[in-house]
């Protein structure tokens, strides 16, 4: 049986929602990443800054985009080293500017991919899968890549079933 794994980053707090700020008390991609693990099973490694961006979501953005105009690659409280256990990753985060949050890269970049198979999942207000899909390409050199899903992070709540059987087709 393959084994998956399920690699987020997620923001909880203030965040963007149909066109207003809102305070939410689980980010909307561990949602997704929740409904994943459920429907094929797996195992959740969360990716966690050093230093956690800021709580106001406009200055999380700006912050968001100056290191993605850096290439930064900021330090996490933990790293995965090794994923030669999991035939399928999963690799989910908010769009921030385009793509990924840069802390995403900060794992993704440490990680040997030869053989793997990669979904790409992104949660968003409007920019569907944006760059993602292209830049994991660029990261996780040796993958296979599945096909992708963008949720509309206000929809999450109503986007389980869409996104466990999606999660099941892929695999």
């Not at 290439?71 to 793509?99: E, H, M, Q």
Request: one cysteine or more; aromatic letters at 10%.
């Amino acid at each position: 049986m393959p084994k998956n794994l399920i690699i987020y980053y997620s923001r909880k707090g203030e965040n963007y929602v149909n066109g207003a700020i809102v305070s939410l008390s689980k980010g909307n991609t561990k949602r997704v990443a929740e409904y994943i693990a459920r429907a094929v099973g797996g195992d959740l490694f969360e990716v966690e800054t050093v230093k956690p961006y800021a709580p106001a979501y406009k200055a999380c953005i700006e912050q968001a985009k100056d290191e993605l105009e850096q290439d930064a690659r900021p330090a996490l409280k933990k790293y995965l080293d090794d994923i030669s256990a999991y035939d399928n990753i999963f690799v989910c985060g908010p769009c921030w500017w385009g793509t990924f949050p840069m802390a995403m890269f900060s794992q993704l970049e440490r990680l040997d991919w030869i053989g793997k198979k990669v979904m790409a999942v992104m949660t968003h207000e409007g920019s569907g899968m944006a760059n993602s899909e292209r830049d994991l390409k660029r990261i996780c050199q040796g993958a296979v890549f599945g096909p992708g899903l963008a949720v509309k992070g206000a929809d999450v709540e109503k986007e389980q079933a869409r996104v466990e059987a999606w999660a099941k087709s892929v695999i």
